[in-house]
């Protein structure tokens, strides 16, 4: 069954420092997804992406948060200067369209733990 | 705004008994998904079942069933002869209907399963 990808799975990174997660989503999926989760909490949407665009995001998905899909298949989510807050799982998820209606399940990645110091 | 509250936070069995798992919703489309996902150990997020809102037919798979009822809306999750490896966190998530849109989920807290042999 096809899966959605992510790469690393686990990043270290120094604060300050820029860092880019990578997904791969199911490949004839339309609309992309990043989710993240501190640790033990919910997981909280940060934004969506059709078209080539953003749909929506979240209060979390500030300035320093960007998110691209620069071949059409890789789909990343860049953090420019990286706080101490910003460690958690971040989930990356993909949907598929049938319909007119977004009855469609999300297919979720199996994360990147990102770790800042 | 969309809500889905989990009012359980931990649950802990022995192996065999059933137990449910509560979500309670609030949303002002009047048409909505409903999910569950499980989230194992291991972390990664696995689809379990989708239910819409306009279909309030309880549904059964295998050991899993799902009570959905809009007059309180709840929808229910009860696992039937329980197992140590239903032990995970247990998210049920909320996606209002948007033609032709993303629609994010709006998750829970999470059910901590535990089940002991």
């Known amino acids: 069954e096809p899966e959605v990808t992510q790469t690393p799975s686990h990043q270290v990174t120094q604060m300050g420092q820029e860092v880019i997660l990578r997904c791969v989503p199911i490949s004839n999926h339309l609309y992309f997804y990043w989710y993240r989760q501190i640790l033990g909490q919910k997981v909280e949407f940060l934004v969506s992406f059709y078209n080539n665009e953003i749909s929506e995001k979240s209060e979390i998905f500030d300035d320093q948060f960007s998110v691209e899909r620069p071949d059409g298949s890789n789909f990343t989510l860049k953090i420019r200067s990286t706080k101490l807050e910003d460690s958690a799982m971040y989930f990356c998820?993909?949907?598929?369209?049938?319909?007119?209606?977004?009855?469609?399940?999300?297919?979720f990645g199996d994360g990147t733990r990102l770790s800042i110091l | 705004a969309q809500k889905v509250t989990q009012a359980q936070t931990e649950i802990s069995v022995v192996e065999k008994e059933d137990v449910t798992l509560d979500c309670v919703y609030e949303t002002r489309d009047t048409t909505y998904y409903l999910f569950w996902y499980k989230q194992p150990p291991s972390g990664e997020l696995v689809f379990l079942i989708r239910r819409n809102s306009f279909d309030e037919q309880n549904e059964i798979s295998g050991r899993y069933s799902w009570n959905f009822q809009k007059s309180t809306s709840s929808f229910n999750f009860t696992i039937t002869a329980s197992q140590v490896v239903d032990s995970a966190v247990y998210f049920c998530?909320?996606?209002?209907?948007?033609?032709?849109?993303?629609?994010?989920?709006?998750f829970g807290k999470g059910i901590t399963l535990s089940v002991r042999p």
């Open positions: 998530a909320l996606s209002e209907a948007q033609r032709g849109a993303n629609s994010k989920l709006t």
């Open positions: 998820a993909s949907r598929d369209r049938v319909g007119q209606y977004s009855n469609q399940p999300q297919h």
